[in-house]
Structure formats: C-alpha cells, structure tokens
C-alpha cells in the first residue's frame, strides 16, 4: 500500500501545479513528508441485518441490509431544510438525493447520492458523486461541523481534521490526543495525499466564495468523495444550523437531528420574539480594520447580519450586497456607514484588552462603539489564531449567540437585570 501512495505523489503534485495562479490563493508547498502516508485505522465492515417485507423502525445508524427487497421503506425518519437556502433532500426507499445550490455565484450545482449500504444504487446523472450510508470513516476540511458531529454522537466516524490545533470539542480533542485523528493539513485547506490515505467515505471540503480556492474538483479527479461545506453562507443563522441535518444523513441518524434542530428554532424563536418587543434598534458595526485602507467584514444578506438584526439590531456596513461570509470594504466607506455605530458586536479575535486591539490598528479607534468602549469580540475560550469555542460549536448554538447579542444591545429586555457578559459562552467585551 505504502509503495502505492508513493508513486501516487509525483502525478499529484504535477496536477495541482497547473492549478496555481498568482493572486489566486494557492500556495504549492513541497514537502517529502507529504508523500510519506500512514496507513488509516483499520475499519470492520458493519453488520449485515436481515429485516424482511417489515423493514426497520428506525433509519440503520450502524449496519447495513442483508436481505434487500424492492418496495420496503429502509429510512422511516426523515429530515427536509426548511431554513437552508443552499439545501434540498429527497428520499428514495433506499436511497437519498441531496442537492447543493450555492448562495454565492461560482457557477455551479452540486448532486449527491447517499445509498444504503446493502442497497443497489439507483441511476443518476455521470457527475453525481455516490455515498454508501452510514458513513464509517469522514474527514473534515473545515472545523465548523464538528461540534454538530458530537451532538449527533458520530465523534468515533471522524479520522482526520485540517488542523488539530483548531479544535475545541471535547469530545473531538480527546479522540485527537488518543492518536485517531490525523492531520490534513497542507495545501489550500488541506492537503490531497493525506486526505487520499485516509481512505475516508466522504471528505467535508471547505466551500470558498472564490472558486479557485475550492479544492473538492480536485479531490473528485483523484477519486475522493468530496462533500462541499457552505454552512458559512447561509442567509439565516437557522439556515446554518440545519448543515447539521447533512451530517444525519450521512450517518442516518435524522430522529436525533431533527430533533436537535426543533430545540434549537424553538429557543432561537424565543429570542427573536423578545427583541421584536422593543421599538428601539441600536446601529451595530461588525468587523475589523484591514490593512490601511480596507476594513473587513461580511455582506449584507449572510447569516451573521440577519443575527444582528434578529437581536434588534441595524447592521450598519450593508454596502455588501449578498451572502458571502468575507467582504472587505474601503475603509472611508466603513467609516461613513458605521462611525456612529453604538455597539461593535463581533471584531478581531484574540485582542487582549481594547488598548491591544486599538494597537493592532489605530484606526479601530475612530469610531464612537470605541470611544465608548462598547466592544464585543465572539471569541470568549480563544486559544489561538482560528481557536475558539465558537468556530466549532456554534453552528448548532445560534440561539445562544441571540441571547448573548439581545443582551447585549438590549439590556432593557433582561429579566432580573442584565447578566455580566462574563457569564456568555462566546461573546467576550474587551476590557
């Protein structure tokens, strides 16, 4: 296997060396350890259950079918995306078609085919790429999903991440530190040859705005099956959590997502009601200074600005029309939109207090949030660069962000007074 992997490099390397563009954020990296692979945990093939003309009660989590029959019903529980706009599932009898339509404009649409295993696979288009479900083995390019893979109690399936410094699951760093995840780190958002010898079912690829950037045409030529990850996207907080009913249906467990899901709308709807009380809607700013002459932010319809309304708010940088997850505006443009913004809910990380993040730019002090030392960062636990409690865990937690964001812009609504932001999960003021 190993003498495999090695002649495997040389055809590797030459086909993304094409790929590289100046400006285009790829970036070759040669490394001979690259080329040196481990061999991937061992797996043992899940059970084969004989289930006759009844079928199962509950969607096979952990086995597959021995004795397939036309006509039985192998997913009784089943999930839809109500709030998803990049979403849509329908079921087969045993099988499930999941489509990918970008939010952003890259041009492209993606099929999925996830198959019971034991199952035939049904016809499907030449570009469709073909899961067999339960998935044993996944590979994660992106840490977002990661909190919702220990909701759904599918931590023991993950053999790789992209970068285990990343991490901050429990579950997650446990299994890490037990030697069971193995690092993708590498080129782009990961690295192809580890992602290759991982020999994983499916590979969760970081979906980029920017189509160069995006490494899953790429992995699909090299045979692996690369399932895109845009939850970032998304232009409702809602519609970001529901990327946590795709990992259900890779593992079959739709019972427990669907019911993970109606907790989290129904306290997120809670939340956004209580707001909706008060006529008063404070100018927000979100983002930070970029540079000299940029500022860095997110568009007017992604998930984040519909949150800040959601919490009572005017996100006050909507120069940026659509739903991407990054934008950088000029920063006199920024200044215009957002100098008399009240709060600044949301700047760069990993700043100590305001006099260090002031440091990082003088030009953060400008605005009146500032002066008025009304800053927020969402980045409480922060352990490093791209480390913190909320790039891991708070896909499946917007409601808890709501909280925090309705408390902080309206302490007015707080039931016995408004609790100290010390008390937050994610949201931290900077001192």
């Keep these: 296997m190993r003498a495999v992997e090695r002649r495997a490099c040389g055809p590797v390397i030459m086909s993304l060396a094409h790929r590289i563009r100046q400006g285009a954020g790829w970036t070759l990296v040669l490394a001979l350890a690259g080329c040196q692979q481990s061999d991937p945990v061992p797996r043992e093939a899940w059970p084969a259950l004989t289930l006759g003309q009844a079928g199962p009660t509950h969607n096979l989590d952990a086995a597959c079918v021995a004795d397939y029959q036309p006509g039985v019903d192998y997913f009784p529980d089943k999930v839809d995306f109500r709030h998803s706009t990049q979403l849509s599932v329908a079921y087969g009898l045993h099988y499930k078609r999941l489509q990918f339509t970008p939010s952003i404009n890259t041009g492209e649409t993606l099929n999925y085919l996830f198959v019971q295993c034991g199952a035939p696979t049904p016809a499907h288009a030449p570009h469709t790429t073909v899961i067999q479900v339960p998935v044993q083995r996944l590979v994660a390019g992106d840490p977002a999903l990661l909190g919702a893979l220990d909701e759904l109690g599918m931590v023991e399936r993950l053999h790789g991440v992209a970068n285990p410094q990343d991490v901050t699951v429990p579950a997650v760093r446990a299994r890490i530190q037990a030697g069971q995840v193995t690092e993708m780190r590498g080129l782009g958002h990961a690295s192809i040859e580890p992602i290759m010898a991982a020999q994983a079912d499916v590979y969760l690829s970081f979906y980029s705005a920017y189509p160069d950037n995006n490494l899953h045409p790429r992995l699909h030529e090299m045979g692996v099956r690369a399932l895109v990850q845009a939850d970032h996207h998304e232009t409702h907080p809602l519609g970001r959590a529901e990327w946590l009913k795709l990992l259900a249906l890779l ?3 739709e019972a427990h997502a669907q019911a993970l899901f109606d907790a989290i709308e129904t306290e997120y709807t809670h939340w956004r009601q209580l707001a909706a009380q008060t006529s008063r809607q404070p100018l927000v700013l979100a983002g930070h200074v970029a540079g000299r002459d940029s500022f860095e ?40 939109q957002g100098a008399q913004a009240e709060v600044w809910l949301g700047t760069l990380g990993g700043q100590a207090s305001l006099r260090a993040w002031r440091q990082a730019s003088s030009l953060h002090g400008w605005f009146l949030a500032a002066r008025q030392e009304q800053v927020y960062a969402w980045d409480r636990g922060y352990a490093g660069a791209w480390a913190a409690p909320l790039r891991d865990q708070g896909l499946t937690r917007p409601h808890v962000q709501l909280k925090e964001a309705v408390q902080v812009l309206h302490p007015e609504l707080a039931v016995g007074g408004s609790p100290a932001p010390s008390s937050f999960q994610f949201l931290r003021k900077l001192p």
């Design 297 to 336: 932010t997110f568009a007017r319809d992604n998930q984040r600005a519909h949150l800040i309304r959601d919490a009572g708010g005017r996100f006050a940088l909507d120069a940026a029309a659509g739903t991407r997850s990054l934008v950088y505006l000029p920063f006199e443009l920024a200044y215009v």
């Design 251 to 253: 593992g079959n467990r």
